[in-house]
């Protein structure tokens, strides 16, 4: 890009104000560094826009600017957060926690230090804790907010800044159309301050006691439908905590239920670098090959692996009784597999009375559904975003759906949740509900695989395709924005890969049973759905392929799954 005088000196502009409002002095120094090499792509970069607080948080990359992820940024929405909480409550808390990543312990005491100059009342962890333990706290304190500093299952260059609710789940209408609006007109001149040690003298800035965390481990002890099988269980679970929080509380409830545990050594620690994968996330083969060549030396029985902010559980299980190779499955095969167990459990135990309720994301297997109405359950489709599934656990528990009762969430991108205390998606309870279940099944002398055929025998074997286009930069979002527009285009009879639409559904139309939403829906006359939706976090769109054996069965769709992802990722490139 050809940059003019004028155009320089706006950049200049706002490189200087960010400099003067910016503490932290790596990001001051970033940008001045731009400025004395006249890095006019970089400094516009940096600064052509402002990372946006949007319907949970804000999420970018690590670095100077205001089209950054950096202490100013983090201050700037923490002040219209406090504001909103002061409008909404006479004396207000929060709470906040924290992951392994670059740069979120020093965010969060930051955040606690503009919440306290507010006379917000701030519990921070004085260690870093996962996502579903900040949920849980949230509810046990009766608390009005909390805050976690995380990018989740981002690139190392990413963190981020989500916001619950005293419900325990993300922020959602109008909590979060409020906080975005002061939080994205905060001014540097608002941002409000004070040092740590005031704050803590004042009684403004506490630590979360600890027995909030023993009050979540004996939750979830508590939860356990057959405790007593488990712990007469021998058997082996290879983990990897990623780098990330997983690693103390997921060994912890192992632990307590006399569980044998292999880690993998290097990915043990807390490092916001990962040196050892290149995205933390446990759906990636790559993420989790350590763990799986562990599984194959220790012969474990099953294996999982969590992201940063342990919110995301992926499991591998042995392809056969030898355990030399190991099957990683899908985040929808594990749905699938936890919903049919707890929904068999909970009508063999009978320890509940209502109907069982399951929620899972649009972008979910409709497989989850057909076991939840065939064995007496109730299962609503709700829109991606954990904190629409927490909407539901409220509903519930609050009255508004009465005769029911919580029993499992889940989302196909290795989102669970098995326990109603916590409002958001938890792979600590899930490690331990998969084991659990593992454990059921090698009691009566079946493997998780043969059960997941006998499921697929029983319902139909379907499958999915998840594949994503990234656009970067200014240029990017005009993009997305036209490839929405042209797929709004499409109407029935149109073809698409080559294939005739049956229906389109446009979630941006009233009458569709769901929140106005920028997704779409496709059913073909050869039975596919493709679901399409722009992420909500990063700058891609996500296109979601789901396929169900035709006359050629099960082997046939297995075969031509290749060739059929081929042909839509052309068609959609």
Same mark, same amino acid.
């Given at each position: 890009?050809?940059?003019?005088?004028? $155009?320089?000196?706006?950049?200049?502009?706002?490189?200087r104000q960010y400099i003067e409002a910016e503490t932290n002095s790596v990001f001051r120094d970033e940008v001045e560094a &731009?400025?004395?090499?006249?890095?006019? =792509? !970089?400094?516009?970069?940096?600064?052509?826009t402002s990372l946006a607080f949007g319907t949970a948080g804000m999420r970018g990359v690590i670095g100077g600017g205001t089209n950054r992820i950096n202490t100013y940024m983090v201050r700037k929405v923490t002040q219209g957060l406090a504001e909103y909480l002061l409008s909404a409550e006479k004396e207000p808390s929060t709470v906040i926690a924290y992951d392994s990543r670059l740069f979120s312990k020093e965010f969060a005491l930051s955040a606690s230090l503009v919440l306290a100059a507010n006379g917000v009342q701030v519990y921070l962890y004085d260690m870093l804790h996962p996502v579903p333990m900040l949920s849980f706290a949230v509810r046990h304190m009766k608390a009005t907010s909390g805050i976690v500093i995380t990018a989740s299952h981002n690139p190392s260059k990413y963190n981020g800044y989500k916001v619950y609710w005293s419900d325990g789940g993300q922020v959602t209408p109008p909590h979060d159309i409020g906080i975005a609006?002061?939080?994205?007109?905060?001014? @540097?001149?608002?941002?409000?301050? $004070?040092? =740590?040690?005031? /704050?803590?003298? *004042?009684?403004?800035?506490?630590?979360?006691?600890?027995?909030?965390?023993?009050?979540?481990?004996?939750?979830?002890?508590?939860?356990?439908?057959?405790?007593?099988?488990i712990k007469a269980s021998d058997i082996m679970v290879a983990y990897t905590p990623l780098h990330g929080t997983g690693n103390v509380p997921v060994r912890h409830m192992l632990s307590e239920l006399g569980i044998k545990c292999s880690v993998v050594k290097e990915q043990e620690l807390p490092d916001g670098n990962f040196p050892t994968v290149k995205l933390p996330n446990p759906e990636s083969a790559e993420a989790m090959g350590k763990v799986i060549a562990l599984a194959k030396e220790v012969k474990a029985d099953i294996v999982l692996g969590t992201d940063p902010d342990?919110?995301?559980? !992926?499991?591998?299980?042995?392809?056969?009784?030898?355990?030399?190779?190991?099957?990683?499955?899908?985040?929808n095969q594990i749905a699938t597999l936890l919903v049919d167990?707890?929904?068999?459990?909970?009508?063999?135990?009978?320890?509940?009375?209502?109907? @069982?309720f399951v929620a899972k994301s649009l972008v979910t297997t409709d497989i989850v559904r057909r076991i939840a109405e065939k064995n007496g359950g109730e299962c609503k489709d709700v829109l991606t975003g954990f904190k629409y599934i927490a909407e539901e656990i409220e509903r519930i528990e609050s009255g508004r759906n009465p005769?029911?009762?919580?029993?499992?969430? *889940?989302?196909?991108?290795? !989102?669970?949740?098995t326990v109603p205390s916590v409002h958001d998606k938890d792979a600590v309870s899930s490690s331990v509900?998969?084991?659990?279940? $593992? *454990?059921?099944?090698?009691?009566? +002398?079946?493997?998780?695989?043969? %059960?997941?055929?006998?499921?697929? &025998?029983?319902?139909?074997?379907?499958?999915?395709?998840?594949?994503?286009?990234?656009?970067?930069?200014? =240029? +990017?979002?005009?993009?997305?924005?036209?490839? $929405? /527009?042209?797929?709004? &285009?499409?109407?029935? !009879?149109?073809?698409?890969?080559? %294939? &005739?639409i049956e229906t389109m559904e446009d979630l941006l139309d009233e009458g569709t049973g769901f929140p106005k939403a920028d997704v779409v829906i496709f059913r073909f006359k050869t039975?596919?759905?493709?679901?399409?939706?722009?992420?909500?976090?990063?700058?891609?769109?996500?296109?979601?392929?789901?396929?169900?054996?035709?006359?050629?069965?099960?082997?046939?769709?297995?075969?031509?799954?290749?060739?059929?992802?081929?042909?839509?990722?052309? /068609?959609?490139?």
């Open positions: 890009m050809d940059f003019t005088e004028k $155009m320089k000196d706006d950049i200049l502009v706002q490189a &731009a400025i004395e090499m006249e890095d006019w =792509e !970089g400094l516009n970069d940096r600064f052509y609006k002061l939080a994205n007109e905060v001014t @540097p001149d608002r941002i409000k301050d $004070m040092s =740590e040690g005031e /704050a803590r003298r *004042c009684g403004k800035l506490k630590d979360v006691p600890a027995e909030v965390d023993e009050a979540y481990f004996s939750m979830v002890l508590s939860s356990l439908r057959r405790p007593e099988l342990a919110d995301r559980l !992926g499991i591998a299980i042995p392809k056969d009784s030898s355990k030399t190779d190991y099957l990683l499955l899908t985040g167990y707890l929904l068999m459990t909970a009508k063999e135990l009978k320890n509940k009375e209502g109907i @069982p005769g029911r009762y919580f029993l499992f969430g *889940c989302e196909e991108s290795y !989102g669970f949740l509900t998969a084991v659990e279940m $593992m *454990c059921y099944y090698a009691s009566i +002398g079946k493997t998780l695989q043969q %059960r997941l055929d006998e499921i697929y &025998a029983e319902y139909g074997y379907s499958t999915e395709v998840v594949f994503s286009n990234e656009y970067d930069g200014a =240029e +990017g979002k005009e993009k997305m924005k036209n490839i $929405m /527009a042209s797929l709004r &285009a499409l109407k029935p !009879g149109d073809k698409l890969a080559g %294939r &005739a039975g596919e759905k493709l679901v399409v939706r722009p992420s909500g976090t990063e700058p891609k769109i996500k296109y979601y392929l789901f396929l169900t054996e035709g006359k050629g069965g099960r082997k046939a769709l297995e075969e031509n799954l290749g060739s059929i992802k081929a042909e839509f990722v052309k /068609a959609l490139a």
